[in-house]
Structure formats: structure tokens, C-alpha cells
């Protein structure tokens, strides 16, 4: 079965500065890839996915990711962060049997003035 | 855009009562879940649909059922509530038909429940 680690539970850090939110993830087959947001008293958003291609994958707010298959991690950057981006994120992996996301356990981003 | 509401936004219950979780989409969705989510746990799967009266264990299945009888409408029941589901519970819906791997998962507002 899949399983996803992400490495850090919280995460402070200063607005401006740059942030890396790590994930990990298992398997020995191809996979689909993601990371979602959920901001303070919402539900969960798309920032980004990996399906093929490019390992460096672009999202939505300055976000970026970068498959690395050999280390089987998913890492998701970004190079200037802003209070705004004070929220929860989730790295989630799905194999290409259409069975379900398998989240990870969530990164708590708190960007301090 | 994709719209996904929840019934309740907080609901409190008692122990031994039968709730139901409401969960709507307005997009023509094949494909409906729910989740519970607690901290330090993450999001853990309970349900899916694929389809209209189909439905499908996910992780933590026990003390919950679904049904779906119309292809926006996906409820979650727990039969005789207990504390240890006191939890923000998550719907969700993606579009492409049998949930299809790369497929985006567009997620509701939470209800939290509280069990007394």
C-alpha cells in the first residue's frame, strides 16, 4: 500500500523568507502525485500535481514542486512566502490503479510577521 | 466553479444519537468522498462513491455508512455516535469516471462534530 511521510509537523517561518515543505512517499511503481491546501476554516484546495513530464511543477500563489524519483520525494517550495500563506499542507500520492489518494499527515505553515 | 457544501458547518450531538452528514456538488460529478480528519492524524478515508448507489470502503470504515441515491447527494450516517468520533469530517468530489488517478479532488467546507 501507499504511504506518504511528510517530514515536518510545524513549520515558522519569517514573511519574506523562503520555505521547503518536504515530503516522501513509497512505492516502487509509478505515481500521481499532489499537494492540496487548507486554509483556516476551509476545506481543501489544489495547489499543484505531478503527472508526467517536467519534474518541476508549478502551482497557483508562487508554489512550486519537484518530483524526484530516485529519492521518491515531492518536496514544495517557495521562494517568498507571505502571511496569506499561513495555513495546512497536504502531500498526497496516488498510483495509477485509480485507487485512492493516500494523504500524509499535514504540514502546519505559520509565516510570522 | 466547483462547489461542494456540507449540511453543517459545527454540530453537536449525544452518544447514542444517529447522525447524518449532508454532502452536495454541483458539478456533475462522478465520484464522491468522505474523510475525517484529526490532528496529527491527517485526513483518513471512510467512504467513496463511483456511482450512483455504489459505494466502497475506504480506511476507517467502522461505526459509518453512506449512501447515494442521487449523483450530486453523498450522506454520510453514523448509526449510534460515540465520543471517539468527535472529528472535522471532509467531503469530496472529482469528476472523471471510476476515479481516475490524476483526477483533482474538490473538497467541501468541513463539519466539525462534537459527541457528547
Known amino acids: 500500500a501507499q504511504s506518504v511521510t511528510q517530514l515536518d509537523s510545524q513549520v515558522p517561518v519569517f514573511e519574506e523568507a523562503p520555505v521547503e515543505l518536504r515530503c516522501n512517499y513509497s512505492s516502487s511503481v509509478s505515481v500521481y502525485l499532489f499537494w492540496y491546501v487548507q486554509y483556516p476554516n476551509q476545506g481543501l484546495q489544489l495547489l499543484l500535481k505531478y503527472l508526467s513530464g517536467s519534474t518541476l511543477v508549478k502551482g497557483i500563489n508562487g508554489f512550486e514542486a519537484e518530483f524526484n524519483k530516485s529519492q521518491t520525494s515531492f518536496h514544495l517550495r517557495k521562494p517568498s512566502v507571505h502571511i496569506s500563506d499561513t495555513a495546512e499542507y497536504f502531500c498526497?500520492?496516488?498510483?495509477?490503479?485509480?485507487?485512492?489518494?493516500?494523504f500524509g499527515k499535514g504540514t502546519r505553515l505559520s509565516v510570522i510577521a | 466553479d466547483v462547489k461542494v457544501t456540507q449540511s453543517s458547518r459545527y454540530l453537536v450531538k449525544r452518544t447514542g444519537e444517529k447522525v447524518f452528514l449532508e454532502c452536495v456538488q454541483d458539478?456533475?460529478?462522478?465520484?464522491m468522498f468522505w474523510y475525517r480528519q484529526d490532528p496529527g492524524l491527517g485526513l483518513r478515508l471512510i467512504y467513496f462513491?463511483?456511482?450512483?448507489?455504489?459505494?466502497e470502503k475506504g480506511d476507517i470504515p467502522e461505526g459509518y455508512s453512506v449512501s447515494r441515491e442521487k449523483k450530486e447527494r453523498f450522506s454520510l450516517i453514523l448509526e449510534s455516535a460515540s465520543t471517539n468520533q468527535t472529528s472535522m469530517y471532509l467531503c469530496?468530489?472529482?469528476?472523471?469516471?471510476?476515479?481516475?488517478?490524476?483526477?483533482?479532488?474538490?473538497f467541501g467546507p468541513g463539519t466539525r462534530l462534537t459527541v457528547l
Open positions: 498526497a500520492v496516488s498510483d495509477l490503479r485509480n485507487t485512492p489518494l493516500v
Open positions: 462513491s463511483y456511482d450512483v448507489k455504489m459505494k
Open positions: 469530496a468530489s472529482s469528476f472523471y469516471p471510476q476515479g481516475q488517478a490524476q483526477d483533482t479532488q474538490y
Open positions: 458539478m456533475d460529478h462522478e465520484n
